[in-house]
């Protein structure tokens, strides 16, 4: 059972939006802004999209957009694309030199 | 470009050792922290392994702590998890990736080990 809660899957049409939740608790997503969000599309590397709860690194386009209210972060990602069919996963610093990790959410472009 | 390349994975019995290398290429790599994260079969991520940019701290997981040690050769490039007393749930893909911040931002494609009799 992973520390973060996600739901295991998310799904809509090309040109929505769709948002994916994470929810941890006051120790780590409450309780720090290091939130980060990644691609992963099998076989092939892990991917940084959002850092620092909202802040995207250069080249992830502006389509995805990160927040958080309480131990609760959330990943959206507009003007859905078929390349956006992956698994994403969220992480959090969880103090002491310890990072958390959610279960993933398999996110399909119908 | 930065790239890293997780080798070493294979098939290896419970309570044995294996180790894992992670080259790195594009970066100054002796500049940054690294970290090894892996990822069991149908579940989510897990973190392993921290080790600072000169090798001199070391942090790990409660799972991992005591089994595992991380370790680094500058000179090399390349990045160490040395693995022993191996037990059926560390069955998993394992990932190196570089710490920036309290994220990961550049990750590799993995490498499998299976801890099996």
């Known amino acids: 059972q992973s520390a973060l809660t996600q739901a295991p899957s998310a799904s809509g049409s090309p040109g929505q939006s769709v948002t994916i939740s994470c929810t941890g608790t006051?120790?780590?997503?409450?309780?720090?802004?290091?939130v980060s969000w990644y691609q992963h599309h099998p076989g092939k590397a892990p991917k940084l999209v959002i850092y620092?709860?909202?802040k995207r690194p250069s080249g992830v386009p502006d389509r995805f957009s990160g927040s958080k209210s309480g131990n609760t972060a959330s990943l959206t990602v507009s003007g859905l694309q078929t390349e956006d069919e992956a698994d994403y996963y969220c992480?959090?610093?969880?103090?002491?030199?310890?990072?958390?990790f959610g279960g993933g959410t398999k996110m399909t472009v119908l | 470009q930065v790239q890293l390349a997780e080798s070493g994975g294979g098939v290896v019995q419970p309570g044995k050792s294996l180790r894992l290398s992670c080259a790195a290429s594009?970066?100054?790599?002796?500049?940054?922290?690294m970290h090894w994260v892996r990822q069991a079969p149908g579940k989510g991520l897990e973190w392993v392994a921290l080790?600072?940019?000169?090798?001199?701290?070391?942090y790990y997981a409660d799972s991992v702590k005591g089994r595992f040690t991380i370790s680094r050769e500058n000179s090399e490039n390349t990045l160490y998890l040395q693995m022993s007393r191996l037990r059926v749930d560390d069955t998993a893909v394992y990932y190196c990736?570089?710490?920036?911040?309290?994220?990961?931002?550049?990750w590799g494609r993995g490498t499998l080990i299976i801890v099996s009799s």
């Open positions: 992480s959090s610093y969880a103090g002491n030199n310890n990072w958390v």
């Open positions: 006051s120790s780590d997503v409450g309780g720090y802004n290091y």
């Open positions: 620092e709860v909202s």
């Open positions: 594009g970066f100054s790599f002796s500049n940054h922290a």
């Open positions: 080790i600072w940019y000169d090798g001199s701290l070391t």
């Open positions: 990736a570089r710490a920036h911040g309290q994220h990961f931002d550049y």
